[in-house]
């Protein structure tokens, strides 16, 4: 029997949240977006569209930027943990909204969020184990393994990966933690820095993009090595470059060279590694999936 | 309450098979181990093992070196796919097995079993996702979360994800897929062909075993970052250099610089980054534990 309860969801990213009521894709009954500024003032705002709504939802779930603790055994759980976003260290995220709104709250990383919402809705809705790659200003991954998100200590954070440098390329990296990690190489901001160019104004046939292209298929095939995904969503806004999507299948099939010899990869790649089925509402939506997960009944 | 049927497992090895008898770790009631030939040959001596006890298994696990198939609800589950191994391609090692035995048997890869026997009860007991490397001839991954095997497209092969290269190694790597990827440059066949020495006569102070624990750190490295497991099993043959294990701990803290603020990398990598709490014999008690997951009631 389908779900037909109302639920609502929060995207919580470190420049904007997202807040939404409804059922499902087909059934968004109302949406909201402001930027993210103090937990507090910020929190208020996300409780305060709740409480305007004709009913509050059954459940909310929120994927949140992070690091997150999203283990609901935990004394922590539904904080924030230590983050370079200035005053969210250690918010109690769950813990105001339950507060304020008092309905069952699930909690997860933005990424798993949106990686629920693709395996449900989206690009991943036949297999069983989807990897969400978001790319922009920061890159993170979330991981869908027979429907449940995965967690560990406390979650991935496949944005800081390793991969070997692309030939020539002598760009030391943007990330403050580890330089030349994926991320310090190959987000928008690492984009940016290296080419003296905002991402958007790089035209298709720089040599910027094969760069990105080499990190972004390297990263996808440790990761296919590593946890053997079904699918491969990859959003974010650096991935709104659609013809990065064609350089990225063709490098994984070189790197990998016949190991993996699987059809999904040797000969259906446009459909193994894709965009999101649900567009730039994959986070969203998957706080709606997240919702629906903790089993009202 | 316990359960103390008798159960039979096979670790089928690329170079040797080994097989066993009996209900856990302290109560083995017979083993045995003979060479790897062709597949009729060294099933038949697997059977034969089985036959000549007091009392059939009321179950049998199969962990094998691969590529395999683990997927119970395709057609080719329990083969060995294709493999460089002469003669084993496309194998139906469960079929046989069955067919000649009548008894239900488990089967997944060897390091997925080898997984499960430390998650069971090896190092990773007290943990809900053990990640187990095996480097030797090969290096091979598995990993079990929340007590289930890790399956995809067909599995896992962790030994062949990409990592940076140490500084100043222009060794080419061995690997005939991918040259330079782990296995190709961390192997013990790797450490051989680089220092023209095999492994175990290259002495502790030797540079070799610092740019070993270079590769295998960031490896897990990665491993950490991508699917965040709880406890990391390291064993096979290179791994009996039982001082790699404090050199690959420190770079693996060095790399990650902090980023993953949980006490198990921050405080206590000691009890994270381990050897097998089965020894040598995880692998094949892994299989006993496979068995064991096939609820017989």
Redesign the interface.
């Known amino acids: 029997m389908p779900d037909t309860s109302l639920y609502g969801s929060i995207e919580a990213g470190g420049t904007k949240f997202v807040c939404a009521l409804g059922t499902g894709p087909d059934d968004v009954r109302a949406l909201t977006r402001f930027p993210t500024t103090t937990p507090y003032e910020t929190l208020d705002q996300a409780i305060a569209f709740f409480k305007e709504q004709p009913e509050l939802p059954a459940a909310l779930g929120v994927g949140s930027f992070g690091?997150v603790d999203p283990d609901p055994k935990s004394s922590t759980f539904g904080h924030i943990?230590?983050t370079p976003k200035p005053g969210w260290s250690n918010t109690d995220v769950r813990g105001r909204l339950h507060e304020a709104l008092g309905i069952p709250i699930a909690f997860d990383t933005d990424v798993n969020a949106a990686a629920l919402g693709e395996y449900r809705w989206g690009a991943g809705q036949d297999v069983e184990?989807v990897l969400y790659l978001t790319v922009g200003t920061g890159i993170g991954?979330g991981?869908v393994?027979n429907g449940q998100p995965?967690?560990?200590?406390?979650?991935?954070?496949?944005?800081?990966?390793?991969?070997?440098?692309a030939e020539g390329d002598s760009y030391a990296g943007k990330c403050p933690?580890?330089g030349?990690c994926l991320e310090g190489m190959a987000s928008g901001p690492a984009l940016q820095a290296r080419w003296e160019t905002p991402a958007q104004d790089l035209p298709e046939d720089h040599p910027a993009w094969a760069m990105e292209a080499h990190y972004l298929a390297?990263a996808l095939?440790?990761?296919?090595?590593?946890?053997?995904?079904?699918r491969l969503v990859l959003g974010g806004g650096v991935m709104h470059q659609m013809h990065l999507f064609p350089m990225i299948r063709e490098r994984v099939q070189t790197?990998?060279?016949?190991?993996?010899?699987?059809p999904?990869?040797l000969d259906e790649i446009d459909a193994y590694i894709v965009p999101p089925g649900l567009g730039d509402q994959a986070g969203v939506l998957g706080g709606i999936a997240l919702a629906q997960m903790l089993n009202l009944d």
Do not use: K
């Open positions: 690091p943990l230590s184990t991954g991981l393994i995965l967690h560990g200590m406390p979650h991935p954070e496949m944005g800081h990966i390793f991969v070997p440098r933690f580890h030349d390297y095939v440790n990761f296919i090595l590593t946890c053997s995904p079904q790197i990998l060279n016949g190991y993996v010899r699987h999904a990869v």
